[in-house]
Structure formats: C-alpha cells, structure tokens
C-alpha cells in the first residue's frame, strides 16, 4: 500500500475542518450553545471526537470561527451576487441587509454568536474567518467612500453588532426593516437599494436554509464513495481524514497523534 502524498492529506484534513464547522453551525442553530457539546458536533461531522480538540481549543473559539464563516460568505454572496457591483452605496445596502438578514433568519445561532462574545473568558477571537469577514466590510467601507477605513471599518461593525443585538433581544426585539432604517439614514441609501424587506434576492438565495453552499466539505480532485459507516472517504489507500482522526478511530501507533486524539476526547467528554 502507497503512502499518501503530502498534498491528499493536506486536502482531507482541509475537508475534515470543514464538516466541523459546517455541523457546529446546524447544531448550534438547532438546538443553542449549551445544549451542543462537541462530541455531537463530532457525530454530526462523522469525525473522532479527538479532531475537534486538535482544530479548535474550545467550544466557544469552535462556534466563533464557524459563525464568522457563515458571516463572511454570507456577507461574500450577497456582494457578488448579479448584478455584480462596483457601486459603493448599493454594496453597503447589501452588506447591511446580509447581516441583519442572519439575525432575521437564523436567530437562535446569532443569539448565542452574540452572547459568545461578552463571554470575558473568550471574548472576541480574532480567527482566519474573522479576517475575511473584516476584509470584505473594510472593502464596503472603502467602496462607500470613506476617507479613512480604519475609523469606519470599526464604527460600520460595531453598528451591525448592535442592530443584530436589537433584533435579537428577548422579549423587546427590535423589527429588523425598523433597524435597517436607521442604518441606511446613516450611510445615506436609498430604501430601494439591496434586498428591501419583503423581497427576495435577484439570485433566490435570501432565505435559502441550505447551508453547504457555504462549507467546502467535497474534495478537489479525489473521488469518493458512500461509507455507510461513516462519512463519505477518498477510494483507495488514503484512510481517515488525518492522523489526528486515525487516533480518534483506531488508536493509532504515532504518539503525537494518538495524544491528540485522546486530550480531544477528554475536553469532549468535559464539555458534555
């Protein structure tokens, strides 16, 4: 049997983060942060328990990075989308419609994203899907005419985190048209710009509850088969995702990997 090659683990350990983040945004969404453990985000992704731990070191960063990633690429659609744009006022109008649109249809995931974030023993993680996120609403601003993004860029986000707040406070929830609003008096647009409420997206993409779209979990260039035991696995001899996941499954003899599995299963095990 062949060993793999650097580049096939490389894109199964790719995969296996992405089925993680991708079950940590369903269940999170479905059933709140407390009732999900990371073992069940584990058995949603099909992946050893001890993965997680070797990604992510907690629950709470797990759910910011997935979150974010659902922001961003959220947040990437609704700018790309056609008609494409260069026109800063309409790509702010979408920018604000985007964010408050996930606070509008996916409010249990946003509630706990919110709370996650006063969290003083957490906080607000700086991860790679942060960065886009911030990249793509910096570029808004920067579109939108400002003379200074590093003043703007941070004013825009704290603005959108407060509407996502106000929309989503128990029991006096702000309406979300009333919220945007008061945004788009703000930055000067027109109420015909992006997705007005009671519209849809020229793509049919503003309600959408499929969620893969946004989580790159197939893999380029290798074929795969249905593993009625598990996830769906390359052919061939390329095994479990990573050696991170072959300690999970099948205690494997590299020390470095199997600790990794255990420590994973332990914090799994805590977090329960």
């Known amino acids: 049997?062949?060993?793999?090659?650097?580049?096939?683990?490389?894109?199964?350990?790719?995969?296996?983060?992405?089925?993680?983040?991708?079950?940590?945004?369903?269940?999170?969404?479905?059933?709140?942060?407390?009732?999900?453990?990371?073992?069940?985000?584990?058995?949603?992704?099909?992946?050893?328990?001890?993965?997680?731990?070797?990604?992510?070191?907690?629950?709470?960063?797990?759910?910011?990075?997935?979150?974010?990633?659902?922001?961003?690429?959220?947040?990437?659609?609704?700018?790309?989308?056609?008609?494409?744009?260069?026109?800063?006022?309409?790509?702010?109008?979408?920018?604000?419609?985007?964010?408050?649109g996930l606070a509008r249809d996916r409010p249990v995931l946003m509630r706990q994203h919110m709370a996650g974030l006063l969290q003083a023993e957490v906080g607000f993680v700086p991860c790679p899907e942060q960065r886009r996120l911030a990249e793509l609403l910096r570029d808004t601003v920067a579109r939108h005419g400002s003379w200074d993004v590093d003043r703007d860029y941070p004013m825009l986000r704290a603005l959108l985190m407060g509407a996502v707040f106000a929309a989503l406070v128990p029991g006096v929830p702000m309406p979300v048209p009333v919220l945007r609003a008061e945004l788009f008096k703000r930055y000067r647009l027109e109420w015909e710009l992006g997705v007005p409420p009671d519209s849809e997206a020229p793509d049919g993409t503003g309600h959408d509850t499929d969620l893969s779209r946004f989580f790159a979990t197939g893999v380029r260039g290798l074929p795969v088969r249905t593993d009625p035991t598990g996830p769906d696995r390359p052919t061939g001899p390329t095994g479990p995702t990573d050696q991170a996941d072959q300690a999970g499954r099948i205690g494997h003899t590299d020390p470095a990997a199997r600790a990794a599995g255990t420590l994973g299963t332990d914090r799994a095990a805590q977090s329960k």
């Open 1 to 100: 049997m062949s060993p793999r090659s650097a580049s096939v683990n490389e894109e199964l350990r790719r995969r296996s983060k992405e089925r993680l983040l991708q079950a940590t945004v369903e269940l999170v969404g479905e059933h709140g942060y407390e009732a999900t453990t990371l073992g069940d985000i584990a058995d949603r992704a099909g992946s050893a328990r001890g993965l997680v731990s070797y990604y992510f070191p907690g629950k709470r960063q797990l759910v910011q990075s997935a979150v974010h990633r659902l922001m961003h690429r959220t947040l990437e659609e609704a700018l790309e989308r056609a008609p494409r744009t260069a026109e800063g006022p309409e790509r702010m109008a979408r920018a604000i419609d985007a964010i408050l």
